[in-house]
């Protein structure tokens, strides 16, 4: 089964990067972000007086929440998948060192 599975480490630490560098915070997404927040935020803040300023600072809330939690879970799986490539590398190590006789001093 593993023959079937062959992801190499360099495409995982690919995956990674791309993963992480999305949540970077000086990229288009990011700031995209960040400025949809903020303006909703302010547009909720000049609105206070109407029904409709409540109910934008609530979207202005759960959305800025989702968003933050989206990052976050973002960085975290880039971190998880170089941290998977990591492992595979040093298991194909030692299964290899194993066959060949290699032993650690």
């Avoid at 089964?1 to 995982?12: E, Q, R, V, Y």
């Avoid at 972000?33 to 000049?46: E, L, V």
């Avoid at 609105?47 to 409709?52: C, I, M, Q």
């Amino acid at each position: 089964m593993g023959d079937k599975l062959g992801i190499s480490p360099a495409t995982l630490r690919g995956c990674g990067g791309a993963a992480s560098s999305i949540t970077d915070s000086e990229t288009e997404f990011s700031k995209s972000i960040t400025k949809a927040i903020k303006d909703t935020g302010d547009a909720a803040g000049t609105l206070t007086s109407w029904a409709f300023g409540t109910a934008l600072q609530s979207c202005h809330d759960d959305w800025g929440k989702a968003l933050k939690a989206m990052k976050t879970r973002l960085a975290k799986s880039g971190d998880l998948l170089r941290e998977t490539a990591n492992g595979h590398e040093w298991n194909d190590q030692k299964i290899y060192d194993t066959f060949t006789g290699v032993r650690e001093q």
